[in-house]
């Protein structure tokens, strides 16, 4: 078992609202909309910006995927800005930025990291259980800008450098490439062809019109038929664009605390009970995310978390699946004992993983049905679940979760509970 | 085929003198034995330097294989829908190739085991060399009955 199971929990969760693109204006700016989640989040838990001892975030952006653009001179002005940094409260959001912009007086950490919010708020679980802080802010802004994603850089480039002299020479287009190439393996492996997601696809297209913090609910309430998730145009082939998540601009926010002060707080603690990180790809072909390379990283990471809290997946009641492509739901189902595998593809059906279902799977859309948030919404939601607080979306006596976010191999998994254990 | 063209840089400058001369060459590990492509600075799984450059037979299977319908690569996209496949060295599967699969087109593709076609995984391939400038070939496999 963890040292730190049940010591630690998160007890205040914050959302800003979802646009497509950035408007340009100061009050949508990613700055503007990370202090919106933040002080959610405050409020949400009712502890004041002067209790706040540690800041971590993951800031953004993804660099180059967006063409460079002038910052406005109106925008700059609404904010206080980091001396130096004319991109930070843009593109990305800082430590540093947040801490001047929302007053917070009293931190003793403020860190950002690359990692995505998986890995960040592990990091912040850890700086609470060794005691270096009592209540941490968790923050991850997101961003998008006009323009094609991704359609710059050194993609736009006549010469390929670096890694792309083996990858971008050939045409390979980035993470999507990767894991339709990963999943074109998966469908051979276990003699499946793409339409056999179609009922994954579907379940998390309607959950997410259920979700009203998600991009569908708010701006393109429309179900998606059998017909034309299986017409649906290909990105890369297997992967069709109903199994990609919608970029969007949104910010998600976590406050997380020891046990003892989160019990003191407004709402019901939601206990950290066991955590686990994915060991960063290294060794031969560590950047290929060959099936079997991660089906045995992810098993491993699984197993590693299902240690640090000493329960087991019979024991879970949802899980909350990183799904950016949707893809990568029916590995990680299988790497995380929840069926064979080679199975998780009939494992999806609605009286198996709806929220009705035996072990409900991202109940709230995932970021396929509610847009892409980069795993915001899939610790978001296990909390709002664990509360009782999903509406028409509430799990019946839901009491532990798993969360996991990121790539294979790469990810981070929480183990969340009602109870400290 | 227009393409981004390869820019060679001090670790994978061999392998790009190699193929000008149509010849496939791979990092090659003394300490473990092993082979490695794409060249890195030190052998990724035990940190031995330097690593020597060895031909490889230029032979290989498919290990998995996608179409790209809406590349984020540029250059590329005037050449939709095309072919990536992953090709595994007979010599070693930490030799790692890409390739467009000359000779084949989008619809030759199957995805899991739901076709005849000709490009599926397992499929044997041979190397060959593509001109992408005056004396300038980048390596690409072309599936062998």
């Given amino acids: ?421 | 085929m227009e393409r981004p063209i390869p820019i060679p840089d001090d670790v994978s400058k061999p392998f790009w003198e190699a193929a000008n001369e149509r010849r496939l060459v791979a990092q090659f590990c003394v300490a473990c034995s092993e082979w490695q492509h794409p060249p890195e600075r030190a052998c990724a799984e035990c940190g031995a330097t330097p690593l020597e450059f060895r031909e490889l037979s230029g032979a290989g299977t498919i290990y998995s294989v996608h179409v790209e319908h809406d590349s984020r690569v540029v250059v590329m996209q005037q050449h939709q829908p095309y072919i990536v496949a992953t090709v595994l060295a007979n010599e070693s599967p930490y030799a790692v190739f890409l390739t467009n699969l000359p000779g084949t087109s989008a619809g030759d593709v199957a995805f899991g085991k739901d076709g005849e076609q000709s490009v599926h995984i397992g499929a044997r391939v041979a190397v060959e060399f593509e001109e992408v400038g005056a004396g300038r070939f980048v390596p690409q496999f072309r599936v062998v009955s």
């Fill in chain 1, 1 to 421: 078992m963890w040292e730190g199971s049940g010591k630690v929990a998160i007890a205040g969760i914050g959302h800003s609202p979802t646009y497509r693109r950035w408007d340009e204006r100061a009050e949508t700016s990613l700055g503007a909309m990370a202090m919106d989640a933040v002080q959610a989040a405050l409020d949400d838990c009712g502890l004041e910006a002067d209790e706040v001892d540690g800041v971590v975030s993951a800031p953004g952006p993804l660099s180059g995927y967006w063409g460079p653009r002038p910052v406005l001179a109106a925008v700059k002005a609404a904010f206080q800005q980091t001396p130096g940094d004319a991109e930070d409260g843009i593109s990305k959001v800082t430590a540093e930025w947040l801490a001047r912009n929302l007053g917070l007086s009293a931190l003793q950490v403020a860190d950002n990291t690359a990692g995505m919010i998986g890995s960040v708020l592990n990091h912040a679980i850890e700086l609470v259980v060794s005691g270096r802080c009592k209540a941490v802010v968790v923050l991850r802004p997101l961003n998008n800008f006009a323009g094609r994603y991704g359609h710059y850089g050194a993609n736009a480039a006549a010469e390929a450098s670096g890694t792309g002299q083996f990858t971008t020479a050939y045409g390979h287009s980035g993470f999507v490439s990767t894991m339709a190439t990963f999943f074109t393996r998966y469908l051979w492996t276990y003699g499946k062809t793409h339409a056999d997601l179609a009922d994954l696809a579907l379940i998390e297209h309607a959950n997410g019109l259920l979700c009203d913090y998600g991009y569908f609910a708010q701006h393109a309430p429309e179900e998606l038929t059998r017909e034309q998730y299986l017409a649906g145009r290909w990105i890369a082939e297997p992967i069709n664009i109903y199994d990609c998540d919608l970029p969007m601009q949104v910010a998600g926010a976590f406050v997380v605390t020891t046990a003892e002060l989160a019990r003191d707080l407004r709402q019901h603690p939601v206990y950290v009970r066991g955590i686990a990180g994915g060991p960063r790809a290294r060794g031969r072909r560590a950047s290929m995310y060959a099936l079997e390379d991660a089906q045995a990283a992810d098993t491993a990471l699984a197993n590693r978390l299902w240690q640090s809290a000493g329960i087991g997946p019979l024991e879970v009641d949802f899980a909350n699946l990183y799904d950016a492509p949707l893809v990568l739901v029916p590995h990680l189902i299988e790497t995380f004992g929840f069926c064979k595998p080679g199975e998780a593809l009939e494992f999806c059906n609605p009286e198996q993983i709806g929220v009705g279902g035996v072990l409900p799977i991202n109940p709230w859309g995932g970021n396929v049905g509610a847009g892409r948030s980069h795993g915001i919404d899939h610790i978001y939601e296990a909390v709002l679940q664990l509360r009782g607080q999903a509406g028409g979306r509430q799990i019946r006596g839901a009491s532990v979760g798993v969360v996991h976010v990121g790539p294979p191999v790469n990810g981070a998994a929480q183990l969340l509970g009602v109870d400290a254990g």
